[in-house]
């Protein structure tokens, strides 16, 4: 599936993966290289105007890691997964402090996710 970009995000997109919070850092270590769930993630996709935190492009999946950056944009967090599941993505939101105080809590509710686009797992 071909997603549509902003080129003029590219910058913001790089400088993000360089600079992201603690949260996003730890759950990378479990995502990247297939090594959780066999399956490739990419971090700080730019899709349309929106940079999301990971996309997994063979499950259609975002992950949205939730935490203060995201207090006082509800309208702009609710129009970005409209945008995205009018895409045919699927977007699952993981609280920050799951990912920090409970990784293993964060890892299951993905597994489950995942478990539901592809039973065949």
Known sequence: M??????????LTKSLRNNGTMAEAVLWRYLKNKNAFGYNFHRQKNIGNYIVDFYCPKLHLVIEVDGSSHDNKYQYDTDRDVFLKNLGLHV?????????FNIDKALYAIETYIKSLSPSL
């Open 2 to 11: 071909k997603l549509p970009t902003n080129k003029s995000l590219h910058g």
């Open 92 to 100: 699952l939101h993981i609280d920050n402090s799951d990912i920090t």
